[in-house]
């Protein structure tokens, strides 16, 4: 059966697409490879078609999804600037939908013990994003602007999972409002990054 040109690419996407939602919701422990398929609509012989092993999508999962947050996320520091930003991460809806939202916040811990490919695949985009949340930080000298953007993303990571993690409604509110808090205050003041 002969496809229109283009159709390996989408169905690839499609696939990643899925997988990344589920990953991100589920953790990639518990998602095996037949329900991302059944749920990207395609029959599991197809995934070999497009990759070697669920190892390999995983790190195509986790390029693509960062890629598209460092997109975003440079898109709204040049409109609306960092403060927006911040409270996009750190919002209810944000909180609410881990399967649309950050792969940090969701699969740091299964990352963390991932293979090399992984690893570098996520600190290569994780670089990216500490360069321009450092570009945010104004009157800073880079080593200080590099070394507060890595601290204020570990705080906003870190208070995202808290957040989802506790079953107190207002006290997951607290959690993000406290962490915009620090952050402003960490961004603002050169001297409480020493």
Request: one cysteine or more; a neutral charge.
């Amino acid at each position: 059966m002969r496809y229109e040109k283009g159709h390996k690419e989408t169905t690839r996407q499609q696939i990643t697409e899925t997988a990344s939602r589920q990953f991100r919701d589920h953790g990639v422990s518990a998602v095996g490879l037949a329900a991302i398929m059944a749920d990207a609509g395609l029959t599991n012989g197809a995934f070999y078609t497009h990759f070697t092993s669920k190892s390999d999508l995983v790190r195509e999962c986790i390029e693509r999804t960062l890629d598209a947050q460092h997109a975003s996320m440079t898109q709204t520091a040049g409109q609306s600037g960092f403060e927006t930003i911040l409270r996009q991460y750190l919002s209810r809806a944000h909180r609410d939908d881990s399967a649309h939202g950050c792969p940090s916040a969701a699969l740091l811990p299964e990352i963390s013990r991932a293979s090399a490919e992984i690893r570098r695949a996520y600190t290569e985009r994780f670089n990216t994003v500490i360069d321009l949340i450092a570009k945010q930080l104004k009157g800073r000298e880079p080593d200080d602007a590099n070394q507060t953007a890595r601290a204020i993303y570990a705080l906003v990571v870190g208070s995202l999972q808290l957040a989802r993690a506790v079953d107190d409604p207002a006290l997951s509110d607290d959690i993000l409002e406290g962490a915009i808090k620090a952050v402003l205050q960490l961004a603002a003041n050169p001297s409480t990054a020493r």
